[in-house]
T-cell receptor, first 117, second 113 residues
């Protein structure tokens, strides 16, 4: 149980294009999903918290117009990197938390590696 | 400011050794402490600890939490090369309705044959 999928696994795109990443909880309902990015040999950096049916909460320094988050259902959240540039190249990981309020554990998707040329 | 500090940052051992990884924290409104293992992809969940003094075990891995001294340890006995990974500690915190994990930088463990 507690499987989270992420699609695509790898994206290579040209500068200026937009990239959409999907995060799905496959066998549980996730009221809350989280989007992280990770640079090589660094820890996870939380970008935003995505709540189903409401606007995402962005961490300080993360541009909400640059990283659009949509959490339209209890099993799907999407992150769109708009007008991507080479500095957006990174490993993007989503996680999902069970809707039970007592649950704390976040289950991670396999991640998406984005390379912007 | 909330923070989670892991030590050591990096560790190299031989197969069969036992290792202890440390995680200390200063977090408002503590809810839980979680350990994850990250190899080349995204982190995989190991343990969630909410109460002091109760050891959680899974095979050769075990972990315990001390809420008075604000730390946790992760033990790995009889290490194998497959244990090589970054081990991440995260503490669950809540402020109002906002719950999130505060992450440590991780301990990079290399187990040599």
């Amino acid at each position: 149980g507690a499987v989270v999928s992420q699609h695509p696994s790898w994206v290579i795109c040209k500068s200026g294009t937009s990239v959409k990443i999907e995060c799905r909880s496959l066998d549980f309902q996730a009221t809350t999903m989280f989007w992280y990015r990770q640079f090589p040999k660094q820890s996870l950096m939380l970008m935003a918290t995505s709540n189903e049916g409401s606007k995402a909460t962005y961490e300080q320094g993360v541009e909400k117009d640059k990283f659009l988050i949509n959490h339209a259902s209890l099993t799907l959240s999407t992150l769109t990197v708009t007008s991507a540039h080479p500095e957006d190249s990174s490993f993007y990981i989503c996680s999902a938390r069970d809707m039970d309020y007592l649950q704390e554990t976040q289950y991670f998707g396999p991640g998406t590696r984005l390379l912007v040329l | 400011e909330d923070k989670v500090v892991q030590s050591p940052l990096s560790l190299v051992v031989h197969e069969g050794d036992t290792v202890t990884l440390n995680c200390s924290y200063e977090v408002t409104n503590f809810r839980s402490l979680l350990w994850y293992k990250q190899e080349k992809k995204a982190p995989t969940f190991l343990f969630m600890l909410t109460s002091s003094g109760i050891e959680k075990k899974s095979g050769r891995l075990s972990s315990i939490l001390d809420k008075k001294e604000l730390f946790s340890i992760l033990n790995i006995t009889a290490t194998q090369t497959g244990d090589s990974a970054v081990y991440l500690c995260a503490v669950g915190s809540s402020v109002g309705n906002n719950r999130k994990l505060i992450w440590g930088l991780g301990t990079s463990l290399a187990v040599n044959p």
